[in-house]
Structures are given as structure tokens and as C-alpha cells.
């Protein structure tokens, strides 16, 4: 499928969890949702889209934090078409479920999200320590801005 | 109780620090867990405090074998964020960059794979014919490692038009050396004993830790970003992807083996037909927005994102490097296989990374294990 068949049958599968979207180029394509359809958007990717997670990044963006999952999908003419579905939290509910067990490739995307801006990855199988030392103190986190 | 082996800090495959544990019943591994949080460098926090440019050069030193790859993708993830078109000689640049650092990696990774074998005749003969390509680099950009060929919008040096009879006559002597190595990792008996069959990584487990590179495409995982998220000029030259199914470390090689023709082959074509032109695009303003550059490094796929809020500095980058998601595949890997395996294994994967734990002592008789800290390791021994 294409970037705007994409876009529909998103429109279609997520409903109102699906809450901004725009097509920046060809085979990139940014969209925002409700971060309790994370698990639905996981499903689809393994399912439908015949995708896998290339890395997550977590942001820490003032009031909110925000996690974005970047993956690669199949698109049209054997290529790729790159996914990137942003989610979002309020910082003082720093909890998003995980997809690990969805994807077994999100586990250290996750664990590192939660050592680099605390987010809270519910449900994550092994939610030790990623990069961040075992003798580097509790609560603090390395990539929080504000 | 099994038998629990920590292995590192030092590695016995690469000199880089990372801590693994295998559990051992007699010599055959049942368990291994990896440990990546040594060193931590921080370099993600550190580019929020530098502009655009600057970032260049801290990302450039994320790994000195791939000094190409990281500043092209931090590179074409700003672009795409900043709405910069790349001129057509910069995308040409920067593919043959790429790929004569691809040549050198492969060429390297074979190196110490020999090496790890006890085969150190050809750790030095592939070392040798690396130092050719490590020359060709030298006469393009000036540099042996660290390049410095990317700025935001394009490349900073160009290829004289004299010097490019001389890198195809050059890559033209490197096809019979890859045929020779080609056939000894192949045919030498002694080799195929220790590669085939071991270190096996099947498709479905590939599949779910979305592996990436050499690693999966000798797993029978076709993923290729060069094929699949064209960037630079790879559009316009043509390439075959190998992918071959066994999975094990022999495959490894072979993918890595038949790429090296692959490289040679996109070379010539685009230093044939490299066009006239400009190598930097004009930059007038730094608009909002966010851009992913996608790039096939020599071990796999690296992942920039750039996030711009309209001033000189990045307000959040993101760095994946492959073996991020190439070293949880050793786990599947190891187990099953004798300890012997476990320098070769590991040294298959190709990893590159600079992190590991602390000391681990275990106590086989209390079946206890605890980590020690820097500190507890000085003042007990210091």
C-alpha cells in the first residue's frame, strides 16, 4: 500500500485514537495517537502492515513525556514505508503499556526509555536496567529537559 | 545447579567492554544474558547542546569503523527535518563513501573473525588488502578514519575528476583477493568445521527481534535498507541483495563475503557515472519540524531521528546502531553451543558498542552472585 492508503486505512483501524497525521515525504510518514491504542498500533504493525520496530525514542517534552515508536512497514514496489507514531503522557502518569510481547524486539527500546526520561513501560517482562549504571542513583533521569 | 561463567568487562572477541553470563551445563550453554550498561557516553544529551553543525563532528566519532555512516544519517534525518534538498554529486559523494567504508568493515569483521578462529595467517592477509581501502578513503577525503566529508545540505570536499581511473583501477585489483578469501572460508576444511552449524540464529527468531544487517540476511530475513528506504544515489545504481537461509556463522560470512562484490560493483558505477554539479545545498532558515534518516551501515540498519524547534540546536536526537538490536540476538545464539563458540559467536554478529556492567563474582558453592560496584571493587582492593 501506499502512504495514503496508509493514511486511510489508519483512519479506519484506530478511529478517534487516531488524533494528527501527515505524509512529510515519500515513505515517511508521522502520525500522533492516543497513547491506550499503542498496544492496537503494535498488532497492526505485526499483523497487517508486515512491519517491525527499528528503535523508540523518549522525549521529555514539559508537561508531557512523550515516547516515539519508529517503524518500518512494507509500502508499494518492495520497498519500505517508515512509520513513526508518537505518544504521549502526562508527566505525572509517566505510564504506557507495553508492546513487547507483541514485538520481542521493543524490549530494550523500552528499557531504555525507562532509564533515559522515566517513563513507566507497564507490563514489560524484564524491566531491569538498560545503559544506565547499577550504582547510578534512583529517580534520576539523564534525558529529562524541563 | 548449572555452571555460571561472567564473561568480561574485557571481551575475548572484541577489545570492547561488555559483561555476558553463561550458564553452563558440562560445556554446552543453556542460558546467556547480556549486561550492556558499562559505559554509557551520553552523546544524545550532549548533541542537545550543540548546533546543528557541531553535532556533526560529535556524531562522526560515535564509532570509528562507520565515521561515514552516523554523520550522513544525522545528516539526512536534518535535512529531511529542515525541508534541504541534497545536490545530486553530494548523493553520489556520499554512496561512495559508504560503501568503500562498507569494503573496509567487511574486510575488518573477516580479520577478526580469523582471528577469533586461531587463523591469524588470514587476520593479517585481510588486513594487508583493508589497508588499501583505508588509502582509497585517504585520497577522497584526507582521512584515514573520522572523514569529515558531511555538513547538513551536502559534502564538504569533492572527487577531483583525475583521481577516479586511479579508485577504479584500485577496486579492479580487489576482486581476485575477494575470490581468494571467498574460497578459503569456504572450502578450507578446518573452517567449515568451526563455522558450520553453529552459532545458529533461525528466521522466526530473527523475525522477532527485528534484527537487522548481515546477521539477517544470513538468517534468511531479507531486509535491506539500501533496496528498501533508497537514500543518497542508491536509487540509481544496481545492486543484488544475498540472503541465505542456514543461519549460522558460516552464512554470516558468506553474506558479508558476496556483499564485498556487491560494494565493489556499486562503486564503479557510480564513480562512472557521477554527475556535474554543486555539493552543498543552500540553507536560508531553520523551520519546526522532525526528519528519520534510515542508512544500511556494514552491520546493519542505523536509525537517525531529528526533532528541530526552530533554533541552531536539535531539541531531541535519536541514535540506533545496529548492533542495538544484533547483540539480544546472541542470546538465541549461544545456547545450545559449547563454550569454545563463544568468541566466534559473538565476534559473527560483527558487534561494535561501548558499554558493559561492573565485576560479577559468583560463588559456585553458596550458588550466589552478586555485582560490585566501582566503589566496593576500591575499597576492597584498592
Request: hydrophobic content about 40%.
Amino acid at each position: 500500500m501506499d502512504e495514503n492508503q496508509l493514511i486511510e486505512d489508519l483512519e479506519e483501524e484506530l478511529g478517534r485514537a487516531l488524533l494528527e497525521h501527515y505524509i512529510q515525504r515519500k515513505r515517511r510518514v508521522f502520525i500522533r495517537i492516543n497513547k491506550d491504542a499503542n498496544r492496537k498500533m503494535a498488532r497492526l504493525i505485526k499483523e497487517k502492515y508486515n512491519g517491525f520496530i527499528c528503535v523508540m525514542t523518549s522525549v521529555d517534552a514539559g508537561d508531557d513525556l512523550e515516547l516515539v515508536y519508529h517503524f518500518a512497514i512494507e509500502g508499494e514496489e518492495g520497498r519500505q514505508i517508515n512509520l513513526n507514531v508518537t505518544v504521549s503522557t502526562p508527566k505525572n502518569i509517566p505510564e504506557i503499556k507495553t508492546i513487547t510481547d507483541i514485538i520481542p524486539g521493543s524490549a530494550y527500546p523500552e528499557r531504555e526509555a525507562q532509564d533515559m526520561v522515566g517513563l513507566k513501560i507497564i507490563g514489560l517482562p524484564d524491566p531491569s536496567r538498560l545503559f544506565l549504571a547499577d550504582d547510578w542513583p534512583e529517580g534520576v533521569y539523564p534525558m529529562r529537559k524541563y | 545447579m548449572a555452571l555460571k561463567i561472567p564473561i568480561g568487562p574485557q571481551h575475548p572477541a572484541l577489545k570492547e567492554p561488555t559483561n555476558f553470563s553463561v550458564e553452563l551445563d558440562g560445556e554446552e550453554i543453556v542460558d546467556a544474558y547480556v549486561k550492556p550498561n558499562y559505559n554509557h557516553r551520553g552523546m544524545e544529551r550532549l548533541a542537545e547542546e550543540k548546533t546543528y553543525p557541531q553535532v556533526l563532528v560529535l556524531y562522526e566519532r560515535i564509532c570509528g569503523i562507520c565515521s561515514q555512516i552516523h554523520p550522513q544519517c544525522f545528516a539526512q534525518a536534518t535535512e529531511d527535518a529542515l525541508g534541504i534538498e541534497v545536490p545530486e554529486r553530494a548523493n553520489y559523494i556520499r554512496t561512495i563513501m559508504c560503501e568503500l567504508e562498507r569494503v573496509h568493515s567487511h574486510l575488518l569483521w573477516a580479520g577478526v573473525g580469523a582471528h577469533e578462529l586461531g587463523f591469524d595467517t588470514g587476520l593479517m592477509y585481510l588486513w594487508r588488502d583493508r589497508e588499501a581501502v583505508m588509502d582509497i578513503l585517504e585520497m577522497i577525503s584526507g582521512n584515514r578514519v573520522n572523514y569529515k566529508m558531511n555538513t547538513i545540505g551536502g559534502v564538504r570536499r569533492d572527487i577531483d575528476e583525475r583521481k577516479i581511473p586511479m579508485l577504479l583501477e584500485a577496486l579492479d585489483a580487489y576482486v581476485p583477493q575477494v575470490d581468494l578469501y571467498a574460497n578459503a572460508f569456504t572450502k578450507d576444511p578446518t573452517l567449515r568445521a568451526r563455522l558450520e552449524g553453529s552459532g545458529i540464529l533461525t528466521r522466526k527468531e530473527a523475525d522477532e527481534l527485528c534484527v537487522a544487517g548481515p546477521t539477517a540476511r544470513a538468517s534468511g530475513r531479507d531486509v535491506e535498507v539500501r533496496r528498501d528506504d533508497p537514500y543518497a544515489a542508491y536509487e540509481e545504481v544496481d545492486f543484488e541483495v544475498p540472503v541465505v537461509d542456514d543461519g549460522d556463522i558460516m552464512a554470516r560470512a558468506v553474506v558479508r563475503l558476496l556483499e564485498l562484490y556487491q560494494s565493489i560493483n556499486i562503486l564503479k558505477q557510480a564513480l562512472k557515472n557521477i554527475p556535474e554539479g554543486p555539493i552543498q545545498a543552500d540553507i536560508d532558515e531553520i523551520p519546526e519540524g522532525e526528519g528519520v534518516g534510515r542508512i544500511e551501515a556494514p552491520r546493519g540498519e542505523v536509525i537517525h531521528y531529528v526533532r528541530s524547534d526552530g533554533s541552531w540546536y536539535p531539541e531531541r536526537t535519536k541514535v540506533r546502531a545496529p548492533s542495538y538490536v544484533n547483540i539480544p540476538a546472541l542470546i538465541p545464539m549461544l545456547i545450545g553451543d559449547t563454550v569454545a563458540e563463544i568468541p566466534i559467536t559473538v565476534a559473527s554478529i560483527d558487534p561494535c558498542w561501548s558499554c558493559t556492567a561492573r565485576v560479577a563474582i559468583v560463588d559456585t558453592n553458596k550458588k550466589t552472585e552478586k555485582i560490585m560496584t566501582f566503589e566496593e571493587i576500591r575499597s576492597h582492593y584498592g
